[in-house]
């Protein structure tokens, strides 16, 4: 559906936390198995995203997260040459030079997100190729 309908790809798209096609996927999957499994105890789609939230918290978009960096991360990552990111919809997203980037796959209101940074914050990498192990 998504490859075929451009409508049902935006929706999807609008509350996943990427816009890759196979996040995109993965997250329809989730829904409408999910859907499957609660239709006849589901009251509402606020209901089916609560659920979705709990049971799959990393593929949803975290729209009212207002999380920053640390400072000192902020600092770190400003050193490393072509190296840039972004909190877009709740998420990390990276990009060094033109032709690798990622997502870290925790929100960045997790504790998860939080160990991320005091690795960063504890190994200071200064170059990318350090950098990259943490990222991964």
């Not at 979705?52 to 999380?67: D, G, I, R, S, W």
């Not at 991360?73 to 030079?97: D, L, P």
């Amino acid at each position: 559906m998504i490859l075929i309908d451009d409508k049902f790809k935006t929706l999807i798209g609008n509350i996943c936390f990427s816009n890759d096609i196979d996040k995109l996927e993965a997250l329809a999957i989730l829904i409408l198995g999910h859907w499957g499994d609660k239709k006849t105890t589901l009251t509402s789609v606020n209901e089916l995203l609560s659920t979705l939230e709990n049971t799959f918290p990393n593929y949803l978009a975290k729209l009212n997260v207002t999380e920053n960096l640390l400072p000192e991360v902020e600092r770190i990552f400003s050193t490393i040459t072509n190296f840039s990111f972004k909190i877009e919809k709740g998420y990390f997203n990276w990009q060094y030079h033109d032709f690798d980037s990622g997502t870290i796959p925790y929100s960045v209101d997790s504790k998860e997100f939080i160990a991320f940074q005091q690795e960063i914050a504890s190994k200071c990498p200064k170059q990318f190729d350090e950098l990259e192990g943490i990222l991964l």
